[in-house]
């Protein structure tokens, strides 16, 4: 059966550190990897999508980026972080429709 | 651009009766529409779905409908039960299954 991870679950950074989010998919080959952001009291904010290895788009101009070095792993990541950065991030994976979801990592930038 | 839109943030609902769930899209290359349910911390999880060639989908409690027409989709539980409680968001794809999500619908099931 498939499974995602990502971590950490929980992360507190001060302004103007680097951030690096990891995720990677078991079980499935090729899947479409996403990285969305849940701002507090918002909706799923899609930031990053990708088809393949190194095949990365994103969706909205921002401080973060992303990146696919292998088939199954997604990595979320920013040079200096602002405070806007904060909020719960999800990598998520597809191989049709539907998108499954790992448990997120809250980010608190201070 | 919000091509996914719940328009109700909030909806409370007695145990046992219906809850109604509403989502409106702008995007008519949309084909394929789901319904997903997220607690506190966590990441949400797939309910249902329904694909564009279809007006109707159901799964146990759960009914999906799609009026393309009027390009609105709404999900029916019943009956409504406590563990109901929680953010739902409906999402929507088209090329490339890229799912865009909309804003959520806080649902509260009182005993």
């Known amino acids: 059966s498939q499974t995602i991870h990502q971590w950490p679950a929980t992360l507190v950074q001060p302004v103007g550190s680097p951030l690096s989010l990891e995720c990677t998919v078991e079980?499935?080959?090729?899947?479409?990897l996403y990285w969305y952001r849940q701002a507090a009291g918002r909706g799923l904010q899609l930031l990053f999508y990708?088809?393949?290895?190194?095949?990365i788009s994103s969706e909205v101009p921002q401080n973060l980026s992303a990146s696919r070095p292998q088939d199954r792993q997604f990595i979320l990541s920013s040079k200096k972080l602002l405070l806007s950065d904060s909020g719960f991030y999800l990598c998520?994976?597809?191989?049709?429709?539907?998108?499954?979801f790992g448990q997120g990592t809250r980010l608190t930038v201070v | 651009d919000q091509q996914v839109k719940q328009n109700s943030p909030s909806l409370s609902v007695q145990e046992g009766r219906i809850s109604i769930l509403n989502c409106d899209y702008t995007?008519?290359?949309?084909?394929?529409f789901l319904w997903y349910k997220k607690y506190p911390a966590e990441g949400p999880t797939f309910l249902i779905s329904?694909?564009?060639?279809?007006d109707k989908n159901e799964d146990g409690r759960f009914t999906v409908f799609l009026n393309k027409s009027a390009k609105h989709l709404s999900l029916h539980i019943v009956p409504s039960q406590p563990g109901d409680s929680a953010v739902y968001f409906c999402?929507?794809?088209?090329?490339?299954?890229?799912?865009?999500f909309g804003t959520g619908t806080l649902l509260a099931v009182q005993p």
């Open positions: 995007n008519s290359m949309f084909d394929y």
């Open positions: 998520a994976w597809s191989v049709s429709a539907e998108a499954f």
């Open positions: 999402a929507a794809s088209a090329i490339k299954n890229k799912l865009i």
């Open positions: 079980g499935t080959s090729n899947p479409n």
């Open positions: 329904i694909s564009s060639i279809k």
């Open positions: 990708s088809v393949g290895i190194g095949q």
